[in-house]
């Protein structure tokens, strides 16, 4: 190695973590979440339950094209990388938005992408992609056994040429203002081997299904996703609504888990830099015994260590992306982004609560909002004790439940 020479290249030091790159999303989206300040989301809460979606910030994100991101270029997608996605989602979400209403239209069409037939694809991804039919929602989790898929009791029997669905799930989000959803069921028995075998997936036609066969109500909860309780109630579905092989359901439910992973974990970010930006603003406002609390180490260190938790959080999160952008499926990785970033983000904004104080409850502030979707997003999707699971098992080798 010659004299003065250093190991360290600069190419090697080019690996961004701030929120500086990418001017290009996140200035004009920046400035379409402007049109939807907090009042905008106080005052759908004031609504009944079946009234708080926020319709008209779905309209303007799918007016944008920009949930059209990872759609391929070949059927009018944008053709995004994975990283410049979960910008998309981090700005929505450093903002008073959230994007849990729409994000599904970005991702869940990955499995059309990946497994859907030649008919399913050309009738549905470029109107997916140009926000004409949506996709926006996934009926998977059941009132009995949550997240255990091996234990799904929702049943899909073949009948001739049609398959006749019967079950009830919980916690659809967005399933009665969608145009698409994804379906779980059961074709036919697990294994002792393998006992999430005969899930199958399903495209089904909301529309049509809700004429007859399926029914939902709107769960009064903390959020706006228009998350719904479904009932199945002999749904006829065509030999055509399924996605790609019979019985193969739980795989490509695990491939899509991982790309909803990193985009949530995206999400969280966005909400880190909001609360952030919030709680280091008022410290420096707010003053107390004649100086302003920013300056007592009691404000300043939960900030400062919840913002060492985001950064960690966030490299993760771009090396998932980058995994995953490379063509490589990024298995537990992407559960490590999800977990530290939902961790991350709830521990920002617990120090932005307190720094706050007593202001925190006050709903014009938009904190105590934003607090309520930083914790949801420890339960679902994903929720902390799967990924946690998925890290020990296929990880670090430790035994799973089979």
């Not at 250093?6 to 989206?29: A, Q, T, V, W």
């Not at 193969?248 to 439910?253: A, H, I, M, Q, T």
Request: net charge negative; glycine share 10%.
């Amino acid at each position: 190695m010659n004299e003065g020479t250093n190991p360290m290249s600069d190419d090697l030091l080019m690996m961004r973590i701030d929120d500086d790159d990418y001017h290009e999303f996140r200035d004009p989206l920046r400035a379409l979440c402007d049109g939807f300040p907090g009042t905008y989301w106080r005052a759908l809460e004031d609504k009944p339950a079946d009234q708080r979606y926020p319709a008209e910030f779905v309209d303007a994100l799918m007016g944008s094209g920009f949930l059209g991101a990872l759609i391929p270029e070949e059927f009018d997608g944008a053709g995004l990388s994975l990283r410049i996605a979960a910008v998309i989602l981090e700005t929505i979400h450093s903002t008073s938005c959230n994007a849990g209403a729409a994000i599904g239209q970005m991702y869940l069409s990955d499995i059309l992408v990946r497994h859907g037939t030649d008919k399913q694809k050309q009738t549905y991804l470029r109107a997916i992609a140009a926000g004409d039919v949506r996709f926006l929602a996934s009926a998977i989790s059941e009132t009995e056994t949550g997240d255990d898929l091996a234990q799904m009791a929702t049943t899909a029997e073949k009948r001739g040429d049609v398959y006749v669905v019967n079950g009830a799930k919980q916690w659809a989000n967005n399933a009665l203002h969608s145009d698409l959803l994804l379906l779980l069921a059961r074709t036919s028995p697990g294994t002792p081997d393998n006992p999430t075998a005969g899930l199958t997936a399903f495209l089904v036609d909301v529309n049509t299904a809700i004429k007859g066969g399926m029914s939902g109500q709107a769960i009064d909860s903390m959020n706006n996703d228009g998350a719904s309780d479904l009932v199945f109630d002999g749904l006829e579905l065509p030999d055509d609504a399924v996605i790609g092989e019979v019985g193969k359901g739980f795989d490509y439910y695990r491939e899509l888990a991982q790309l909803e992973c990193i985009l949530y974990a995206a999400c969280a970010s966005g909400d880190s830099a909001f609360f952030s930006e919030r709680a280091v603003n008022y410290a420096k406002e707010r003053v107390v015994f004649g100086r302003p609390i920013a300056y007592n180490q009691g404000i300043q260190f939960p900030i400062s260590k919840a913002y060492v938790e985001v950064q960690g959080a966030k490299l993760i999160g771009n090396k998932a992306a980058a995994v995953y952008d490379s063509g490589q499926q990024p298995g537990p990785l992407a559960s490590m982004a999800k977990h530290m970033a939902c961790e991350a983000a709830w521990q920002m904004a617990d120090a932005c609560f307190t720094t706050h104080g007593g202001f925190a409850f006050a709903r014009e502030y938009d904190i105590e909002r934003k607090w309520r979707d930083a914790r949801v997003m420890q339960i679902t999707p994903q929720g902390s004790a799967t990924l946690l699971s998925d890290i020990a098992v296929n990880d670090l080798g430790m035994p799973g439940l089979s």
